[in-house]
């Protein structure tokens, strides 16, 4: 079936640096999202993309449908940045715009 | 104001009863969904719907029931709780139609015992 893969499965970065986490889909999906569960365990929504790039503050996404993959960079990583981080790609087609999940990236941001 | 809310936030049942999950959206979306998120895992769906008084299998059904009496509220209905139900359940909507985003609720931590 449809899968995402998501990578890496867990990252630690500095205060100050940056770095990219990217999901890998095993067909063509018709867009991506991207969220970041935090501390309460809610989902927050960074980005929902059907091609192209976003950007907001220090995230930065990338969604390319033909090459089956999407980014999420993270620059001047902060403490509060810390937490899981899912992708979620939409098959479409008769899915009735289902979501697939990735695995989440857990990220520990360090002074 | 926080758009899409589920009931109760956390929750323990005992194993064999009965449990509801309630959700609400008032982004009038038309469609709702149900997922569990495990431990170490992304979230898989259970059961969604586009619209008012039908419901539709997601990937994972079995040992849960839907039901969507308004295009408001989506229930996920655990009619004999089993421990492996242990879980986070997220609650999200979306319209369905042209934009695909979907927003998601709280979280409800269901533990059963």
């Known amino acids: 079936g449809d899968q995402v893969e998501q990578s890496p499965s867990a990252l630690s970065l500095h205060e100050g640096t940056g770095s990219a986490l990217r999901c890998n889909f095993t067909t063509t999906m018709r867009a991506v999202q991207w969220f970041r569960k935090n501390s309460r365990g809610s989902l927050i929504n960074l980005f929902y993309l059907a091609s192209g790039t976003k950007e907001n503050g220090r995230l930065k996404s990338a969604f390319d449908s033909k090459e089956r993959y999407s980014t999420l960079h993270i620059r001047d990583a902060q403490l509060e940045d810390s937490g899981t981080y899912f992708c979620?790609?939409?098959?479409?087609?008769?899915?009735?715009?289902?979501?697939?999940f990735g695995t989440g990236t857990l990220l520990s941001v360090k002074p | 104001e926080a758009a899409v809310t589920q009931s109760p936030r956390s929750k323990v049942a005992v194993t064999g009863g009965k449990v509801t999950l309630s959700c609400h959206q008032t982004n009038n979306h038309d469609y709702m969904y149900w997922y569990r998120q495990d431990t170490g895992h992304g979230l898989r769906l259970i059961h969604y719907?586009?619209?008012?008084?039908?419901?539709e299998k997601g990937d994972i059904p079995d040992g849960y029931k839907a039901s969507r009496p308004s295009q408001e509220n989506f229930s996920l209905i655990l009619e004999l709780a089993s421990l492996s139900q242990t879980a986070v359940y997220f609650c999200?909507?979306?319209?369905?139609?042209?934009?695909?985003?979907?927003?998601f609720g709280p979280g409800t931590r269901l533990t059963v015992l």
């Open positions: 999200a909507s979306s319209t369905g139609l042209g934009v695909y985003e979907q927003y």
């Open positions: 979620a790609a939409e098959a479409g087609g008769g899915s009735g715009n289902k979501l697939i």
């Open positions: 719907s586009y619209v008012a008084d039908s419901t």
